[in-house]
């Protein structure tokens, strides 16, 4: 919902005691307890929750793309990302997420940087993820042109595992060049 980040909705959550009871708070109340900031966000609030039975539709729909919507309150959703003050309240995910049972065994790092690098970073890039993915590290990145998709690339070429987290949706591949990569 536009206007609402993810520490306003964890406190949206609390207010009201749970997720499943800040339907049936109104968002002018939301607003005058502080929680919310301005009228128009109370507004979207409202709008939302008249939109409810269309979005229960998308997300039965999600199955059927062979995409899950993963919440913090779901025991798949990544610890790692407990740790971040505004971590995200959803995550959509095609395929597997890290397994993260002990994460010291399972080191990751993320490869990211220029979409527009020049050939010496793009190989450099690669030969990293190659390395990094043959040591026993996972590879994350946005899946993007440049350094982004070399790291990936690399990794896969190492025989490693790898985890494209996406801007665009995960049911979009973009850019896309990286087609083939993002199967």
């Known amino acids: 919902l536009e206007g609402l980040g993810p520490v306003t909705v964890q406190r949206i959550g609390a207010f009201a005691g749970g997720f499943r009871n ?3 708070i109104e968002g002018m109340e939301l607003l005058r307890r502080g929680i919310i900031k301005n009228r128009k966000t ?5 709008q939302a929750k008249r939109c409810l039975d269309a979005a229960r539709e998308e997300y039965s729909g999600l199955d059927r793309q062979g995409i899950r919507f993963v919440t913090p309150l779901d025991p798949e959703y990544p610890e ?15 395929g597997m997420l ?13 490869v990211i940087g220029a979409r527009s690098c ?10 990293m993820g190659r390395e990094l993915a043959a040591s026993g590290v996972a590879v994350i990145s946005g899946l993007a042109l440049g350094v982004d998709g070399a790291g ?3 990794a ?24 083939p990569l993002f199967r």
Not at 98 to 110: F, G, I, L, R
Not at 118 to 127: K, L, M, N, P
């Open 42 to 46: 109370a507004e979207i609030f409202e």
């Open 80 to 94: 790692r990302l407990r740790h971040i003050y505004d971590y995200p309240m959803g995550l959509y995910v095609k």
């Open 118 to 127: 020049t050939v010496y970073g793009e190989q450099v890039a690669g030969i």
């Open 152 to 154: 990936h690339r690399g």
């Open 22 to 24: 800040a339907y049936y």
């Open 98 to 110: 890290p397994q993260e049972k002990h994460p010291a065994e399972k080191p990751a790092v993320a």
């Open 156 to 179: 896969l070429s190492g025989g490693g595992e790898t985890w494209g987290v996406l801007g665009c949706g995960v049911n979009i591949c973009y850019p896309k060049q990286n087609y």
